[in-house]
């Protein structure tokens, strides 16, 4: 039986990340789940089910994310340190760090040494989160995968001026009630939400490279058009929506 | 003075580009046609006079391209004193009106993006972040601004004034003028007419400084005279609207109003606006109306939307309203009687407190109510703009006076001068739509 | 923690009212209140107030007019400040401006509406100017009060505020050794919004008795803007072991005047006003608020500074840039924050403001 070191919890809006990782920092399992509302006894569930397999006798708990208050944990740290730990410790390297989440996006400058030099986090407004893909996604009755594939597969492009994500939806609609295709009108939604964070990722002072993390780091059509917007090959973690909890484990490490 | 720059400016500008311009502006105003995708079916022709316009700005800014270095340079807010710095030989840039213009031409959200990227929140007047974004990027669709040796502010529009020209003093690194003017509840007071009076003596020395030169109170009061003859003939032309069917429209107005803003106290702004009014007498004696079918006649309240405005235009025409008296155009000549030639600083002090903007919102109020009577309307639309507070704040107890008081439709449309993310089409269109069913 | 009593905004004003006193209401941010207190007049600030229910102000000002005005006539609106005599509202802003407008020619209060034109920059002739426009301020409330109190009089009241006005700064450089969480030393503050001066001054008294030796031992932290509310975000700012070591907020130190010099009272309260620390609305040049933020930073060891801006007030989001890449520049690092008063602080603020301390601690 492994034993775990430390384990990093991170109760995000939509999803509840765990890492367990061992001395050296490596990780040893790692669990995405859809947030339960009662994110404390479904942690307490996993936890439990984990113990199966692993000693966790002494392991260190370290929380992040909105659910965090709920969770029983030695520390709890924001998500801004934890992103930028995990990925710092992944890609051993600073730069800029964007993670864009379901209603949150994030853009953290790292130093050469990995400690956190800026940071900023859009306002209330879900303009430019995943948020914005989604509503209109689901308005259209179109699955998430099948929008960053008609994006890409796009050969033109509407522009969509609103950045709320409530009047972009409206804008949406109207485009394609005067005919516009699907795939223009939704590489053109995917292009507002990517110039909403290329705004932010310059306010902080771009500082290459880039590295992606969170959900919506998986969808091509968002990693490509930053590319294109900032000139520069974003760096994607193999499994980008736990290098919050990956860094929240790394912090218990060293407590 | 560079002797470089100097030779450069005359071929260039004075030679080559004036020279082409007006060569231009005579062939297209021999041969005129109104432009393409011109809507004549709803729309009266363009005007022919129009083509002054455009070689009137056309000019201004091609010479800014030349003149750094030639004549000394200020950046003035829209209600600023500039007959001073006119008379001083300065080159004058108004910032707002060429945010007005990238507005227009559409460039303006990739410009204020610009700023925004620098952390100026989105919820500054897009006016400031429209200067501000070309400031830092020195992007602009007229080529290139030429930098101020002078910024001349005054808040008689905004108090964001105020910030925005401290924010272009700091990258500029030049002298900042700032000409505050107390706020009008309902009559200024002696001590602020005083007031205003000190700080614009104060401002000649600083001007005459910058410029290496000492004012000319002759040439001053000539420069009065002129600012006075423009507004004078521009308020006639706006109140030729008082004829059925009215001759310009506000849309109109809003893009041949360029020239008494930019280029008042110059004499070819005498000549331009006395052409046109010949072209709109000519209109009212053959009964041509801004819009063929003239069902409804309407007001407009604050600024233009400036990247909206043929959409507007058009939808508002094929409905048969016409825009045609607007407080805004207004504001450049209402106050033209109060210039006194032979006290040029003396009544500068008090035209300079009493623009509409500095006044109170019952003030406000009044001048729309006389409106519709003496143009005989049958509504109003408020542009409720939030980049401007000061324009917007009061519109939503106007409204309901007009409403109620006057028994005239009125509408509140929320949107922005300059920033096309507050515009959502459709949801205009229901809200225009909606008024006109109230006026039938 | 200290166990000060510190009356109710309503207890002072049926306290002063019960003593024939009339009770002015007045908008934020800048007004001489030693010309009120001449007259026998009671300030009451209106900073809001928080947590208000602002639909009776919708019918008035659009939505992209900040809280702080919206709260402020929805309290109007709503009875609240039917007891009081006198509407005091400065003019701080455009929307300011509006809202004193909007009571003149649309609402029409029944008390006695005052207005004060504020000016921008600082030199002689706008001292002249505010002199001028407090010598008419005094004439509209002679006329209301029915008496005309003499210079010797209004000069005492002055040399009063100027007093409070060195015994608040005390109170601010004693911070450290003050047994006070941020919520209370700001409840404490913020009690000048509305108490008589001698009461004021005894809870300064008071609580600065109680100072000690030793010092916090916590992350200072500096706060700007107009107000700390909801006052939740001082919690949050403790939670984490730190506090606010100094501010540079509207209602707070950016009305700790300077004493003035001329011996003719309207044109020295009128040089404490315009000389008095940087402030937006004042159109203080950036430098001049770089100087002051930084000077307050050092005199307390703040590790950072927190903008913390009423959406929409675009006096402040104008300086936001420049001071930042300034602080910058000094080493000090910054968080620009928006908030809105009427609601609770949404759990993106409370992880910023966590971040921000997480970050100026890990690299101190």
């Known amino acids: 039986m492994e034993t775990v070191k430390s384990i990093g919890i991170d109760a995000g809006s939509t999803t509840l990340k765990i890492v367990g990782v061992n001395e050296e920092g490596k990780i040893l399992f790692s669990i995405v789940e859809d947030a339960d509302p009662k994110v404390e006894e479904q942690t307490e569930h996993i936890l439990n089910k984990l113990k199966e397999n692993y000693d966790m006798e002494s392991s260190k708990i370290v929380a992040t994310g909105y659910g965090s208050n709920l969770i029983k944990a030695d520390k709890k740290v924001t998500e801004i340190t934890c992103h930028a730990k995990g990925i710092y410790e992944y890609f051993k390297t600073g730069g800029t760090a964007v993670d864009i989440g379901g209603q949150d996006n994030k853009v953290i400058l790292i130093s050469k040494n990995g400690k956190v030099i800026d940071f900023i986090m859009n306002d209330k407004c879900a303009s430019g989160t995943g948020r914005f893909l989604e509503n209109t996604a689901w308005r259209l009755k179109i699955p998430m995968e099948k929008m960053a594939e008609l994006a890409l597969n796009s050969d033109g492009e509407v522009k969509i001026s609103s950045t709320c994500a409530v009047f972009a939806e409206s804008e949406v609609i109207s485009h394609l009630s005067r005919g516009q295709k699907l795939e223009h009108v939704i590489k053109g939604l995917h292009r507002a939400m990517v110039k909403r964070i290329t705004s932010m990722i310059y306010t902080v002072g771009f500082n290459p490279p880039l590295m992606l993390s969170g959900g919506v780091a998986k969808n091509k059509a968002v990693v490509k058009m930053l590319e294109e917007e900032l000139g520069e090959k974003p760096r994607i973690p193999e499994n980008p929506q736990i290098m919050g909890a990956f860094g929240a484990a790394l912090i218990g490490l060293s407590q | 003075m560079g002797v470089k720059d100097k030779i450069k400016y005359i071929f260039s500008y004075k030679i080559a580009g004036k020279l082409l311009i007006e060569y231009n502006t005579k062939k297209t105003f021999k041969n005129f046609k109104p432009p393409k995708n011109w809507r004549t079916d709803i729309l009266a022709p363009s005007l022919r006079t129009g083509v002054y316009t455009k070689e009137i700005i056309a000019k201004h800014y091609l010479e800014g391209r030349y003149v750094s270095g030639v004549k000394p340079v200020a950046w003035v807010t829209s209600g600023a004193p500039i007959e001073i710095l006119k008379a001083l030989g300065f080159y004058i840039l108004y910032p707002e009106n060429h945010g007005a213009l990238c507005g227009a031409r559409k460039v303006a959200l990739e410009i204020s993006e610009e700023a925004e990227k620098k952390g100026y929140s989105i919820d500054i007047c897009s006016y400031a972040r429209t200067d501000i974004g070309a400031t830092l990027s020195k992007k602009t669709p007229v080529g290139k601004l030429p930098k101020p040796d002078l910024l001349l502010c005054c808040t008689n529009i905004c108090q964001t004034v105020l910030y925005w020209y401290r924010v272009l003093a700091e990258y500029y690194k030049v002298p900042l003028i700032v000409i505050d003017t107390p706020f009008v509840y309902d009559e200024a007071k002696e001590h602020d007419i005083e007031y205003v009076k000190k700080q614009l003596e104060a401002s000649i020395e600083v001007s005459e400084k910058v410029a290496g030169k000492s004012l000319s109170f002759s040439k001053l009061k000539e420069v009065v005279r002129l600012s006075k003859m423009a507004a004078e003939l521009w308020l006639e032309i706006m109140n030729a609207n008082k004829n059925k069917p009215a001759p310009i429209s506000v849309f109109d107005q809003f893009i041949h109003m360029a020239p008494i803003v930019e280029k008042r106290g110059d004499p070819e702004t005498v000549d331009f606006y006395s052409k046109m009014l010949d072209e709109i007498n000519e209109r009212i004696k053959n009964g041509i109306g801004a819009i063929k079918n003239e069902r409804k006649r309407v007001l407009w309240d604050n600024l233009p939307i400036w990247y909206k405005i043929r959409f507007l235009s058009e939808f508002l025409a094929e409905n048969g309203v016409s825009v045609i008296a607007s407080t805004y155009t207004n504001a450049w000549g209402e106050l033209a009687p109060m210039m006194d030639i032979e006290r040029p600083i003396e009544s500068m002090a008090k035209t300079y407190v009493y623009p509409i903007l500095n006044r109170g919102t019952g003030h406000k109020l009044k001048t729309m109510e006389t409106m519709v009577k003496e143009f005989d309307l049958d509504g109003a639309i408020l542009h409720s703009d939030r980049s401007c507070k000061p324009y917007s704040v009061g519109q939503m107890d106007q409204r309901l006076k007009l409403l109620n008081e006057l028994g005239v439709a009125a509408l509140l449309l929320e949107a922005d001068h300059n920033d096309p993310r507050a515009f959502a089409d459709e949801q205009i269109k229901s809200r225009l739509k909606a008024f006109m069913e109230m006026m039938d | ?364």
């Open chain 3, 1 to 364: 923690m200290l166990h000060v009593k510190i009356p109710t905004r309503k207890e002072v004003i049926e306290e002063e009212k019960s003593k024939g006193k009339r009770i002015a209401a007045v908008y934020p941010i800048h007004y001489p209140r030693e010309l009120f207190r001449v007259f026998n007049i009671q300030p009451v600030e209106v900073w809001g107030p928080p947590k208000t229910d602002t639909k009776k102000a919708n019918a008035h000002l659009q939505s992209y007019i900040c809280s702080v005005v919206q709260s402020g006539l929805s309290f109007y609106l709503e009875g609240y400040l039917d007891i009081v005599d006198l509407i005091v509202v400065p003019h701080s802003c455009d929307s300011l401006q509006g809202l004193g407008s909007i009571f003149k020619d649309f609402i029409k209060p029944k008390q006695e509406l005052v207005t004060i034109y504020l000016p921008r920059e600082k030199n002689k002739e706008n001292v002249e100017f505010l002199a001028n426009e407090l010598k008419r301020i005094y004439k509209q409330l002679s006329q209301l009060c029915g008496f005309e109190p003499d210079d010797e009089k209004l000069m005492e009241e002055i040399k009063t505020e100027e007093k409070i006005d060195k015994l608040v700064f005390k109170f601010y450089k004693s911070r450290e050794n003050l047994p006070l969480s941020s919520r209370e030393f700001y409840t404490i503050l913020r009690s000048r919004e509305y108490l008589p001066p001698d009461k004021f001054k005894s809870i300064l008294e008071y609580a600065l008795l109680h100072a000690s030796k030793g010092k916090l031992k916590k992350t200072g932290i500096v706060l700007s803007g107009l107000l700390p509310e909801p006052m939740d975000i001082l919690d949050v700012i403790d939670d984490m072991d730190a506090f606010v070591a100094i501010d540079d907020m509207a209602c707070c130190m950016r009305r700790v005047y300077g004493e003035g010099h001329s011996s003719d009272p309207f044109e020295r309260i009128a040089e404490r006003i315009v000389n008095g620390p940087p402030d937006p609305t004042k159109g203080n040049s950036f430098d001049e608020r770089f100087e002051f933020i930084k000077s307050l930073a050092d005199l307390t060891s703040a590790k950072g500074v927190i903008f913390y801006n009423v959406k929409f007030c675009e006096p402040e989001y104008f300086y936001h840039p420049i001071l930042k890449e300034k602080l910058s520049k000094a080493q000090i690092r910054s968080l620009i924050i928006e908030n809105d008063i009427n609601e609770p602080l949404p759990q993106q603020t409370i992880t910023r403001i966590k971040a921000f301390i997480e970050m100026i601690r890990e690299s101190s």
